[in-house]
């Protein structure tokens, strides 16, 4: 059973997205997070958009049939298997995420095949060993991570042409509180998370709330 009467971070940004799985609390820590940032709401959106774009685009391109949303929170419009699975509908969709709440709320929210599992992205290899019989590591795949968590093993998990696809806040003036990065991501900070890949046109777009990329993996350093 849900606990409505406490906040959750994750259907916080379901209700600034403008979604609708969440509830009075949620809604109270979202109306918080905009007293510290603004602009909460247009930043996610930017973030989400970007995503559904990249999608898009490796979907149309052909030879990838599955996903993984890592730290995917709720899903929300627009959602990784609602554009993957509107041009591929046979592509295997996972999101991932460590709130054993989000889980069991986000697993009544998708349809099946389409699956929810409790991972963390700070125990990367205890993911993987939750993949098999969901994600085949053999096979190319696209990867969706918080950014900070794409280097090392998830990267050198995924086989040559795979897709990796990331977006962050950035710079000083649009941007999340970030415990980590106060200051935001610059382009240099994402081409960090990216040792050993190559970057495929149109390469690092920075914009004045959003850095992203979309990286083809065509070989490993």
């Known amino acids: 059973m849900l606990d409505t009467s406490a906040p959750n971070l994750a259907r916080a940004y379901d209700y600034l997205l403008g979604g609708g799985a969440n509830f009075a609390a949620d809604r109270a820590l979202a109306g918080r997070v905009l007293s510290a940032c603004p602009r909460a709401g247009e930043l996610l959106s930017a973030s989400r958009t970007y995503a559904a774009d990249s999608l898009t685009h490796i979907a149309r391109q052909g030879g990838v049939d599955q996903y993984l949303d890592v730290g995917s929170g709720l899903p929300t419009r627009p959602s990784t298997h609602e554009v993957v699975r509107a041009l591929r509908p046979h592509a295997r969709v996972v999101y991932a995420d460590r709130d054993p709440a989000v889980v069991a709320h986000a697993t009544a929210l998708v349809p099946p095949p389409v699956r929810v599992i409790e991972a963390d992205l700070a125990e990367p290899e205890a ?4 993949l098999p019989g969901l994600i085949d590591l053999s ?15 998830l990267v050198r ?28 991501f610059t382009a240099d900070d994402v081409v960090s998370f990216l040792g050993g890949v190559d970057l495929v046109p149109p390469g690092i777009r920075q914009g004045d709330v959003l850095c992203g990329t979309g990286v083809k993996l065509a070989r490993h350093g």
Not at 139 to 153: E, I, K, S, W
Not at 176 to 184: N, S
């Open 139 to 153: 096979l190319p795949l696209c990867l969706q991570p918080a950014a900070r968590a794409v280097v090392g093993v």
């Open 157 to 184: 998990a995924l086989p040559p042409g795979s897709y990796l696809v990331l977006s962050v806040g950035a710079g000083k003036s649009g941007r999340l509180p970030d415990a980590v990065a106060p200051g935001g």
């Open 127 to 130: 993911l993987l060993a939750a």
